[in-house]
């Protein structure tokens, strides 16, 4: 999860490639009536994130029939989180990527032919609600090579695997 720019997809999909399983792209789950939204620089409000958010459940209870479902979504704010958590009514570990702003502009400025232009960036970081303690989370920064991302993401799904029957703590 992240804001747009923030590595949700390249992590994603390094992350379910080292997990031997699934990727769920959560940018193409949006229906086109968002995409042509975004792309004329109008941010989503909570009414079209909604049903988004349902066929982003739904691709990944379709995927996780065959194993291990890594998926990229925004899920902004909390409330969108917990309604992940509840459409597929099992345990989420959500992997919040939270690169500095510089980071995030340059990369918004070198992704040609993306739907979401950088004059959104400033909305969405406005809608951010980082992972709180209560919730399943790992925050990550990118100060780091991706590998290493990658390596505390499994160290973190490892965690909250293990019998403990206390989840860890965040970061």
């Not at 949006?30 to 042509?36: G, L």
């Not at 989180?81 to 345990?91: H, I, K, M, Q, V």
Request: hydrophobic share 40%.
């Amino acid at each position: 999860m992240g804001v747009s720019g923030s590595g949700k997809s390249s992590l994603g999909r390094q992350l379910a490639a080292r997990l031997g399983g699934a990727f769920l792209e959560g940018d193409d789950q949006h229906p086109a009536a968002n995409v042509a939204k975004m792309a004329s620089g109008i941010p989503l409000d909570d009414e079209d994130r909604w049903p988004w958010l349902a066929r982003v459940a739904q691709g990944i209870i379709r995927l996780r029939e065959a194993g291990t479902v890594v998926a990229s979504c925004s899920a902004l704010k909390r409330r969108y989180r917990d309604r992940l958590r509840s459409l597929l009514g099992e345990p989420v570990c959500f992997l919040c990527l939270n690169p500095e702003r510089s980071v995030l502009e340059r990369r918004l400025r070198e992704r040609p032919g993306h739907f979401m232009p950088p004059s959104l960036l400033d909305s969405q970081l406005k809608t951010l609600e980082l992972p709180q303690p209560d919730e399943t989370a790992l925050i990550l920064t990118d100060d780091v090579p991706p590998s290493a991302l990658v390596d505390a993401a499994v160290a973190r799904l490892r965690q909250v695997d293990a019998p403990s029957g206390t989840p860890p703590q965040q970061r």
